[in-house]
């Protein structure tokens, strides 16, 4: 861990008002901003987002397609629970899906995460 040194910073709320598991023995490093595969820290260098997940790593930060189909979507409505609502952009989305199997799957069913799928 000693190669971490010039990307620790000092905590930026007490350590009394946030808990959360880091594996820096200190102040783990600030992002300022993002775009692409890239985080840009506090102290002006960019490194690899390593840890972003599937989401990251398949569209990266700061999408412009992204952002511009979230607020396309956000000015109409945030959310419509699927139990008691319809919407087109999910109805659209699983119509795609199920064509995307070549017949393999006939409906798809959206959750809140990948929990449900166990």
């Known amino acids: 861990m000693g190669s971490l040194g010039p990307l ?5 709320v007490s350590e009394d008002s946030l808990f959360y598991q880091s594996v820096y023995p200190s102040a783990a490093p600030t992002v300022e901003s993002a775009d692409g595969l890239y985080f840009t820290l506090k102290n002006g260098q960019k490194i690899i987002d390593s ?8 569209i ?5 397609r992204v952002k511009n189909a979230i ?7 945030t959310y419509a629970h699927p139990g ?16 995307s199997t070549g017949g393999e ?6 959750l809140g995460s990948g929990e449900y799928s166990c």
């Open 84 to 99: 008691y609502f319809q919407n087109s952009p999910s109805h659209e989305l699983a119509d795609i899906l199920v064509q």
């Open 60 to 64: 990266g930060h700061n999408n412009s």
């Open 8 to 12: 620790l910073d000092e905590p930026i």
């Open 105 to 110: 799957l006939s409906r798809a069913c959206f």
């Open 71 to 77: 607020i396309k979507q956000l000015n109409k409505f």
């Open 51 to 58: 840890t972003g997940g599937a989401a990251v790593s398949a």
